[in-house]
């Protein structure tokens, strides 16, 4: 009789092993390895096997035609913008963000907008019942007779209902409620979500249906589940931003059909996330000019948007005085207030410092470090700073005021918003109409300005 083999799996990361363990090597998790049954077993070893591998001959790159993508509308600018240009038949895009971001009510106004442009939607919820999407539907008036909701678990009966209606755009709600009666795990569990992602990528390929799929994240902000799950998608989309917060951001970390750079601004309103038409104001507080207080202009993809950069140092009461940072990278606050102690003589290791992004948006770029610097010296000084200026430069290790990019579109959207100054680095060449700019090369030379 041959010998059984076992497999265990980690539900948290799906890291697989031969024998047992307390502890997941991968992901360092306690009690989350699992043996697999020999069904699933059978179901990996399908899914490693090329059917095609012995068909498959070697091109030269030169003799390969270009494959063109017929996008179609979502009919929401900001959707499509973080898509690349629209919706690409047979495309398998992942969206995941924190419970109650919006995510199911983003991709049900979306199925409603398909539905009513003569696309057949078809909107898979595995978490609530049919009556309860009909009153966010009311509320977000999405009705349409060729938006259908099915309330169903089973991945088999999905299917059916796939194939008795030729539907275009397919909506699930979420992976992780959904089952597969070929494996004998829970819903959720890794194999099954894989086992999932894999059946309906390949019905999304075959069909050329476009299929959505909402994803839970963990409490360290990832999709949870196995990383193949981003493997297998071709985009994934994280929703940014706080349920109490009216703004939400959905930026692209993977698009095989177009660039990750470009960020969607949502806003939620009674009638449910819309695309935030205008934002240019949304995100800073011209008329409230006090201490601590700084404007930057950082880059979203192609879009500039302006923000307030706000600091408050007060007087520390302990040996280890607090720094803490809301929007902003902690580690790079860190250097900065060591180079203002080295470089300024500021005495900062006496005080604490807190830094905070207005609007809860977080920066990512290191444009806003002048910005950064403008508003720990205004409130160390207690001295404002004029509501006409922007903050515009990435600020060094040794002290000296570096270049950033598209800094002629940062000035352009600083000007058109009222902003008559600007603090940069030094440029030959600039685009400098009708906004005042002052150039720095070194961090000294910025408090000779203040």
């Not at 990996?44 to 993508?69: C, F, G, R, V, W």
Request: glycine share 8%.
């Amino acid at each position: 009789m041959a010998k059984k083999r076992s497999l265990f799996e980690c539900q948290a990361c799906g890291f697989q092993s031969a024998k047992w363990m307390g502890k997941c090597p991968n992901c360092e998790a306690w009690d989350q390895m699992i043996e697999l049954s020999s069904k699933e077993i059978e179901f990996l070893k399908e899914i490693e096997k090329n059917p095609n591998s012995s068909q498959a001959k070697a091109m030269p790159i030169t003799k390969i035609d270009e494959e063109h993508y017929d996008r179609f509308s979502s009919y929401d600018s900001e959707l499509d913008l973080v898509l690349g240009g629209g919706i690409v038949p047979g495309s398998l895009t992942l969206i995941g963000g924190s419970p109650g971001v919006g995510k199911s009510t983003l991709l049900l106004k979306i199925g409603s907008n398909l539905a009513k442009n003569g696309k057949k939607v078809l909107y898979v919820s595995g978490e609530e019942s049919l009556g309860q999407i009909k009153i966010r539907a009311n509320r977000l008036e999405a009705n349409d007779e060729n938006l259908f909701l099915l309330s169903e678990i089973d991945l088999g009966q999905v299917f059916v209902e796939l194939s008795s209606n030729e539907y275009e755009v397919l909506i699930v709600d979420s992976i992780q409620t959904l089952y597969s009666n070929s494996i004998n795990s829970a819903p959720g569990s890794v194999s099954q979500v894989r086992e999932i992602t894999f059946e309906l990528m390949r019905y999304s390929k075959d069909k050329s249906v476009a299929t959505f799929i909402i994803g839970h994240i963990t409490k360290e902000g990832s999709i949870a589940g196995p990383r193949v799950l981003e493997h297998m998608v071709d985009t994934v989309l994280y929703f940014e931003g706080e349920a109490n917060r009216e703004l939400r951001l959905l930026r692209g970390f993977k698009n095989r059909f177009g660039s990750t750079s470009e960020v969607g601004i949502f806003e939620m309103t009674q009638k449910g996330l819309v695309s935030a038409t205008e934002i240019s104001k949304k995100f800073f507080n011209q008329s409230n000019n006090q201490p601590g207080s700084a404007i930057t202009v950082v880059m979203e993809g192609s879009r500039p948007i302006i923000l307030e950069v706000q600091a408050l140092v007060s007087e520390s009461s302990s040996n280890i005085p607090k720094r803490s940072a809301t929007g902003y990278e902690q580690n790079r606050l860190t250097m900065l207030l060591a180079l203002l102690e080295r470089k300024l003589d500021l005495p900062l290791n006496h005080y604490d410092v807190f830094i905070n992004i207005a609007g809860g948006i977080k920066i990512s770029e290191t444009a806003a470090d002048l910005a950064i610097v403008a508003a720990i010296i205004s409130s160390f000084k207690n001295r404002t700073i004029s509501k006409e200026s922007v903050f515009i430069g990435e600020v060094s290790l040794i002290g000296d005021i570096r270049d950033v990019y598209h800094l002629d579109t940062r000035l352009k959207e600083a000007k058109t918003q009222g902003f008559s100054k600007a603090i940069i680095p030094k440029k030959p060449k600039l685009w400098k109409d009708a906004i005042k700019c002052y150039e720095v090369d070194e961090v000294e030379k910025l408090i000779e300005w203040m």
